[in-house]
């Protein structure tokens, strides 16, 4: 797909993207809190997400594990801090990445809060990630989310 969803001016905090989905706020809810939607769309396709877990509750963590690629392995966690289904989710992020000869590299936290509202042709779904540190790491959440996108867009018809 070529579509963009990117709100924000690329490369500044807050990276902001946006799309109307065919697809229910309930459907699309569901698709980010049931593990096994979120390891069919989250992130790349040519790298899989290997495990998800999610504990549905403020105060609840999340950790998606993606398979390691022969030089490190990827995991994002986080945890729930307002969860209002089928409206809103909110959200702590980290990127920890694990090297094969033990050293962790770990981002600062950040914050993403994802709104589903009911439009015309389906559901206005628009995720802000924000307080992101480096510009580099704004960058690569860019194009994750570009990506995420059209795969949940394949998911939920």
Do not use: C
Request: aromatic share 10%; hydrophobic share 40%.
């Amino acid at each position: 797909m070529s579509s963009t969803f990117l709100k924000s001016p690329k490369g500044q905090d807050p990276v902001i993207v946006e799309n109307i989905f065919k697809a229910s706020p309930q459907r699309l809810f569901e698709a980010w809190t049931t593990p096994a939607d979120v390891v069919k769309w989250f992130g790349p396709e040519t790298r899989e997400l290997g495990h998800a877990e999610i504990d549905l509750q403020v105060g609840g963590l999340w950790r998606f594990t993606y398979d390691a690629n022969g030089e490190h392995a990827d995991i994002l966690e986080g945890e729930y801090q307002a969860i209002e289904a089928p409206n809103r989710l909110v959200f702590s992020w980290t990127h920890i990445r694990v090297f094969n000869d033990g050293r962790r590299e770990t981002t600062a936290p950040s914050q993403v809060t994802i709104t589903f509202e009911e439009a015309e042709t389906g559901t206005r779904m628009r995720l802000v990630h924000a307080q992101v540190v480096q510009e580099a790491g704004r960058l690569g959440i860019t194009g994750g989310w570009q990506v995420s996108f059209e795969r949940l867009i394949k998911l939920t018809g």
